[in-house]
């Protein structure tokens, strides 16, 4: 049994591992394309003709559409913008409140305040990391408007039930896909199991065009919304004689042709770089799933889970050994991980921080002196932002959650065995870590 690299031995691996790229000559000659034409935009935030961009916008939502099974897609500058939008969509206002997850980006709560709502937070499920139907019911009040559900890690919700739920209480779903593009459920795609799907394009999703997003719905007048939410709704709806003004107030949401034009390409590459990443976790997790104390991914019947990271669940009482100390010993055993120039970590205990425990949840403080909308006089209800409210997140991101993104292609054979070799040494090796943990 070698030495851990933690305690001076050496380490598994000192090169770095290949830069996931997927921006190719095919992306290059459609920017060069789109720069020949000299139409870098052609959106006017009036009714007119261009009021839905130029025609790399209009193609890449036609694609898209077509891609994902939705009967609309509109395209946006971001993830964040869509979810915004999306909302705003939904109707939500004052004295609303919208159930979502506290694991996530912030943007997905942030949704609900753009809009002067208040996020609730329900648990997620241990093992999806997801939120579920019997967590969500336990937040519906009279006052819950709609729900985010978001597919974290690239797995998805069980969403059938959540959608019984959400009709028996008249409630509006919003997916939030931004980990999740082209996963599936039961045979359908994420983005059209509730009544409208996020995607994001930022740069380190499994496709990217620098940053933008996409929202797709079968509902056309939750497009018609979405679409006047991105732009400047309130110099539009006079002449295109929208009827209903609820949150027609725009924004400018909209995605450049360059953008698009490079969303066109990339989303031909989508399908198999999931394959590549899924036929990656398969490979190691043959290597690695015998280790007592971690448990891989757990991936219900009919869902095609796509690996934005790979999410491994750590027992630390098995263990005999802190998580923390374990990773450590990980990142120790591949060194490079932490060398990586622009790429950041890509291996780590948990991921986000219960999104209530922020400042802005702890304090209640949002919009102006008053508080709103947490203290606002159309609020009747008590937002529960307290430490050990969703217990659950709080074990799974404190104590048990390990994330990495060593799947990613292009990661050879040659490469997953370094990772597998490293967790195996480590594994090896646990009597020395709780020696040194008792030291």
Not at 151 to 161: E, K, L, R
């Amino acid at each position: 049994m070698s030495t851990l690299a933690l305690l001076g031995g050496d380490p598994v691996r000192t090169k770095l591992f290949p830069a996931y790229s997927v921006i190719g000559e095919d992306d290059r000659a459609a920017v060069a394309k789109v720069m020949e034409s000299g139409i870098l935009s052609r959106f006017l935030g009036t009714w007119h003709n261009d009021f839905f961009g130029g025609p790399e916008v209009k193609a890449f939502e036609h694609e898209w559409a077509t891609a994902f099974k939705a009967a609309h897609a509109i395209s946006v500058n971001s993830a964040t913008s869509g979810l915004y939008a999306a909302a705003g969509a939904a109707g939500i206002g004052p004295g609303d409140e919208v159930i979502v997850s506290p694991y996530t980006m912030s943007a997905s709560a942030v949704a609900a305040l753009v809009f002067n709502a208040v996020p609730v937070f329900a648990d997620i499920d241990p093992h999806s990391y997801c939120l579920s139907a019997k967590t969500i019911a336990a937040k519906i009040t009279p006052r819950t408007k709609a729900i985010i559900v978001v597919h974290i890690f690239g797995n998805v919700a069980d969403m059938d039930p959540i959608m019984t739920l959400a009709k028996t209480h008249g409630l509006t779903v919003i997916e939030d896909c931004a980990q999740a593009p082209f996963a599936t459920y039961k045979g359908r795609p994420v983005g059209t199991l509730g009544h409208m799907g996020v995607f994001s394009l930022n740069y380190h999703k499994h496709i990217h065009t620098g940053e933008g997003g996409v929202v797709t719905t079968n509902d056309s007048r939750l497009a018609e919304k979405v679409q006047l939410i991105r732009n400047h709704a309130e110099a539009v709806v006079e002449k295109k004689g929208t009827a209903d003004l609820v949150n027609m107030i725009g924004f400018n949401f909209r995605l450049g042709e360059i953008e698009a034009a490079i969303g066109r390409r990339q989303l031909l590459k989508g399908p198999d770089l999931v394959r590549r990443r899924q036929a990656n976790v398969r490979y190691l997790e043959d290597r690695i799933k015998g280790i007592p104390f971690l448990s891989m991914p757990q991936v219900q019947d009919g869902v095609e889970h796509v690996y934005y990271v790979h999410g491994l669940s750590y027992d630390s009482e098995a263990a005999g050994v802190s998580r923390a100390t374990f990773v450590r010993a990980l990142k120790a055993e591949l060194a490079a991980t932490e060398l990586r120039e622009g790429e950041g970590v890509l291996m780590g205990e948990g991921y986000v921080r219960p999104l209530y425990l922020q400042p802005l949840y702890q304090k209640l403080v949002g919009y102006g002196e008053v508080g709103c909308p947490f203290k606002c006089p159309h609020y009747t209800g008590t937002p529960d932002y307290a430490p050990g409210s969703c217990p659950d997140t709080e074990d799974a991101h404190f104590n048990r959650v390990i994330t990495h993104e060593l799947i990613r292609p292009p990661a050879s054979r040659a490469d997953l065995d370094d990772v597998a070799n490293a967790f195996s040494k480590v594994a090896e090796n646990m009597a020395a870590l709780r020696d040194m943990e008792r030291q």
